[in-house]
Every structure is written in structure tokens, then in C-alpha cells.
């Protein structure tokens, strides 16, 4: 390494510094990284040499985010998504630019890297505004994956000679992606999610290739098989986030729709189940001299009386009946069957509340008013049962037909 060569690279790590860019320090690392193992192949350190390279490629993979200024806040499906699709594409193109060439395994891992992370760069740069920045990053990370694969190509047939003009095309790669550094890009809200068509291509594609491989119908190379094998183990962990986020959403949704204290259904549910209702009745209840219990017992007790309120109601209805409790003391019931029946039901219900409760050694009475109404099609189905149930309030009857 030349001190011209050496200059140059400092240069561009302490430019990088002075970017003061918090978001930016993982490339700073991987600069660092780099430039150590630059000097360490001139002293012949082999082996801390090749660390310091493999060290690079995972520290710039972490700062492309940063380098386009794309807000991560789609969480880990969309990082997943984006590995997928990163791991896909480069699959195929390392079948495809690799194919015929022979080197160690070091020497192959390097081009494979270049590729994973130039086919990240070029999604990132396509899914975002182009800006001064993001064409600088861009081409910076272009140069840098040309200068590897004539590095690369140079030593494989034994062409490569240090210090030669070829070095300096990282040294511009590394100039331009610092640059962008001190442009102002756009920042994004957040990064859009990648088509479920692009992700199945990369799948399927790995698959292939895989399977082409072990059944040795195409001259493709093993060293294919490393980013293959990443994009469905990727694609795996991808369907099992999804299938457990899709199991809490069912979760969520369900108890979203339960009553906490009666583990009944709530208003929502059975509102929804209202607006599917088409053959059956309506009963809207309301409890009486609830209020009371509450005010002589405590809240706690009167909970404990909804309880048993729920539990001799599940106990009355038809198993084909939907049993809600709606808030505070009113329940309602959805029931099959003709107008007739629904009045036994209606009925059944309110003799259910004819014997007291036995709380805390003390025997409370309460009662219920119940308004009845058949559906016959028409929207104010909730609101005739309201009125239907005030009726039996007011009259002390009981049980109130709202009619047909």
C-alpha cells in the first residue's frame, strides 16, 4: 500500500467522522474495519485481514437504512419482507454472474456480499424519492461492487498487482457514500411494504435453484446454496410471524368483543350479530332494584349479582340463542324460533330471577322488565326492542310484545 493510497483512505474515514452523523456509525465501523484490514494484507497479517473484511459487509448492511434515511417503523415483518426479497434476488444473481468461477471460499464470499447488499441498495433506492443523496449512495455502492469483481476477476487469473489503479476504485466508492453523508435527503415517513409477488418470486426462484442443484440439472455452483437456504429460512420465520400476529389479532378481536366481568359477549358482538340476524326475536332486558344493591352492598357484590344474573340466563335460553350482556344491568337475547316461543323464552327468563341470590350471607331480590320483538326485516330493530323493554318498565308487567 502506497502512502498516497493510505492518505486517501484516512481521508475518508475522518470525513466520514465529521459527518456527524449518529445513524452513520455502523459505516463509519465498517470503514474502519476495512481500511485496518487494508494495512494489515500489506503486513502480510492474513488472517486479521480476511476478519476485518468479513466484519465490513454486516456493518454496512445495517447502515443502508441510514443512508437513505428510511424510517424503520414498519417493525420486523417489513425488515423480514425486505430480507426475503434481498436474499432472493441475490440468489439468482449470483447463479447467474458466478456461475463459472472458481476461488476459495473467502474469495467467493466477498462478490457474494457485494451482491446482497448492492441488490439492497437498489431496492432502497428504487422504493424512495431520488435525491442527490440516495444517487450518491447509490453510486458509490456501484463503483465499489465493480472495483470487487475486477479485484476479483484479476485474481482469479492471476492479473491482480497492489497499489494499482484499481485499488482507488473503492477509495471512490467509500468518497461518494460519504458525501452523501453531508446531503439532506427526504426523509420518509415510512418505507413501503414490498409486494407479496416480488417475495413469492424470491421464494420460488431459491427453490428452484435448490432443487436444480441437488438433482445436478444445471451447471450451477454450490456456494449458490449459502443465500439459497437464508431466503427460505427467512421465508419460514416470515409465515410464522405472520401466522402468530394473525392468532393475536384473532385473540384481540375476540376479546375486543367479550364482556369482561360476565364473559359474555358485549354490545359489539351483538350489534354485529344483529345485522346477520334474518328469522327469530329480540329480547332487550333490563334489571330492577339493581341499582339499590349497589348502593346498599358495594360494586363488589353487585358484579357478583351480574355473575349469577349471566349464569341463570345461560342456563334458560336455547343452545342455538346468542346471550349478550350490553353494559351496566341490561342483557339481551337473539333467539331462533317463532314470536310464540321468544314470549316463553321472555318468560323463562324473568322466572329465573323469581328466587333471591345468596350473597355474602345475604339474600337479595331483583327483577327484570323485558321487551320483546320479532325481526321482520326492518333497521329499527334495536330500537322497537328499546322501546318495547321502557313499556314493561313503566307498566311493571314483566315482559312487553313489541309485535311483529
Not at 109 to 119: A, F, N, S, T, V
Not at 147 to 164: E, K, M, P, R
Not at 269 to 274: C, D, L, M, S, T
Not at 302 to 311: R, W
Request: charged share 15%.
Amino acid at each position: 500500500m502506497d502512502l498516497t493510497y493510505l492518505a486517501l483512505s484516512l481521508a475518508v474515514v475522518i470525513a466520514t467522522a465529521l459527518a456527524k452523523s449518529r445513524s452513520a456509525i455502523p459505516y463509519l465501523l465498517a470503514l474502519i474495519f476495512w481500511v485496518s484490514s487494508e494495512i494489515a494484507t500489506n503486513l502480510t497479517f492474513s488472517t486479521w485481514a480476511s476478519a476485518g473484511y468479513v466484519a465490513f459487509y454486516p456493518l454496512v448492511f445495517l447502515t443502508i437504512p441510514a443512508l437513505f434515511e428510511i424510517n424503520q417503523s414498519g417493525g420486523l415483518v417489513r425488515l423480514i419482507d425486505g430480507a426475503v426479497l434481498v436474499l432472493g434476488s441475490s440468489t439468482i444473481a449470483t447463479a447467474l454472474l458466478l456461475r463459472n468461477f472458481q476461488a476459495d471460499f473467502l474469495h467467493l464470499l466477498y462478490p457474494i456480499c457485494d451482491i446482497i447488499i448492492l441488490i439492497a441498495v437498489l431496492i432502497a433506492f428504487v422504493r424512495r424519492p431520488i435525491n442527490s443523496r440516495s444517487f450518491l449512495v447509490l453510486m458509490g455502492f456501484l463503483i465499489y461492487t465493480f472495483t470487487d469483481f475486477v479485484y476479483l476477476f484479476q485474481v482469479n487469473n492471476g492479473s491482480y498487482a497492489q497499489s494499482s489503479l484499481i485499488d482507488y476504485g473503492w477509495l471512490i466508492g467509500f468518497a461518494l457514500i460519504t458525501a452523501a453523508l453531508f446531503r439532506r435527503g427526504i426523509k420518509s415517513e415510512e418505507f413501503p411494504p414490498i409486494p407479496i409477488f416480488y417475495l413469492a418470486i424470491s421464494v420460488i426462484s431459491s427453490s428452484l435453484i435448490l432443487t436444480a442443484i441437488a438433482l445436478k440439472l444445471f451447471e450451477i455452483p454450490n456456494f449458490v446454496i449459502g443465500p439459497a437456504l437464508a431466503t427460505l429460512f427467512a421465508s419460514f420465520f416470515r409465515m410464522a410471524l405472520a401466522l402468530q400476529q394473525s392468532e393475536r389479532s384473532h385473540a384481540a378481536e375476540s376479546l375486543a368483543k367479550i364482556d369482561d366481568l360476565t364473559g359474555l359477549p358485549n354490545r359489539r358482538r351483538f350489534i354485529a350479530e344483529v345485522g346477520n340476524f334474518q328469522n327469530g326475536s329480540i329480547l332487550l332486558m333490563d334489571l330492577d332494584g339493581f341499582k339499590p344493591v349497589n348502593d346498599n352492598y358495594g360494586h363488589e357484590t353487585g358484579d357478583e349479582v351480574l355473575k349469577q344474573v349471566s349464569n341463570r340466563f345461560l342456563k334458560t335460553i336455547p343452545d342455538n340463542s346468542l346471550l349478550a350482556r350490553l353494559g351496566g344491568d341490561e342483557f339481551a337475547v337473539l333467539t331462533r324460533g317463532n314470536y310464540e316461543e321468544a314470549m316463553e323464552l321472555a318468560l323463562a327468563l324473568r322466572a329465573t330471577l323469581s328466587y333471591p341470590f345468596n350473597i355474602s350471607g345475604e339474600a337479595i331480590r331483583i327483577d327484570v322488565s323485558i321487551g320483546c320483538v320479532s325481526n321482520d326485516g326492518k333497521s329499527d330493530l334495536m330500537s322497537r326492542a328499546d322501546t318495547a323493554m321502557y313499556k314493561a318498565k313503566q307498566a311493571q308487567v314483566g315482559v312487553w310484545a313489541g309485535g311483529t
